[in-house]
């Protein structure tokens, strides 16, 4: 398995070329960039430069833009495997409102767009939230819909769609998780599955099991159960995630693929997580 470095993870001053930087210096074999939306002052997108730089990959990125980021990644030996976003917070494949479900698939398709042309195989989406307005059983529905419309975009541009287990209050069970993608049965819809996420409810080591082969790609944290709340989430080997029996799992399932840090950047001597990340992920590939 490689290492993998979400740049969720690094400084947010750092720009895109010194987090490629950080991270290929720290022993990383793949880098996850993260879609966004320009910021918007005013009803006003900024195309101020200087502030460019420290953006990450926004939905109006041009073939400019993908190409310099195809530059670094060469410059640097450094593959994008995978994308990410936090967008379907703002706009879930399960809202009420029919408007804010499209953007959330055109979100899906732009990443899709992105991948392809980064040479990456994975995007990550978060399928759905329950809430007191969208109940569970109805972002069930929306959410398999959504799904199974935007199967065949992704089997067209050959990019997995890998939605990914978040505290949504939504697919709490592994049985169900997978009983959802048997639904949409697609074999570019899977599991983008985070290991630290599910320590709350679940044992990540079984999950991996029943899961298996709908398994795209893994995120890692580790997660404090004395705490038992979002303040549990630790960096790795600091927290209860039975690293040994989940690596044991990712090999009998046959994942060779990356282990995704997404941590939460250190207040001091930001870059120095790349380094300690890099050596905890070096002891659990091997274990």
Partial sequence: MKK??????????????????????????????????NIVNDSIVTNDLALAEKLDLTLEADEEVLNQILHLMEKYQLPISSLSTALHWTYPLNSNDEKIREKGKAIVCKMIDFCQVL???????????????????????????????????????????????????????PLEFRQLLDQVNSDYVGAYFDIGNILQYGFPEQWIRILGNKIAKIHVKDFKQSIGSIQGFTNLLQGDVNWQSCVKELNR?????????????????????ALDTAGALSYITKL
């Fill in 4 to 37: 993998g470095m979400n740049v969720w993870s690094l400084p947010s001053d750092l720009s895109l070329e010194e987090q490629f930087k950080v991270t290929k210096e720290a022993g990383f074999d793949t880098i996850e960039l993260n879609v966004t939306e």
């Fill in 253 to 273: 399932i046959g994942y060779d693929g990356p282990l995704t840090c997404e941590l939460s950047p250190y207040k001091v001597n930001g870059q120095q997580l």
């Fill in 119 to 173: 040479g990456g195989d994975t995007v990550l989406v978060v399928p759905a939230l329950v809430t007191t307005e969208q109940p569970y059983d109805q972002a069930y529905e929306l959410a398999k819909a959504a799904l199974s419309e935007l199967a065949p975009y992704a089997q067209d541009k050959k990019i997995v769609i890998g939605i990914e287990n978040v505290w949504n209050k939504f697919l709490l069970s």
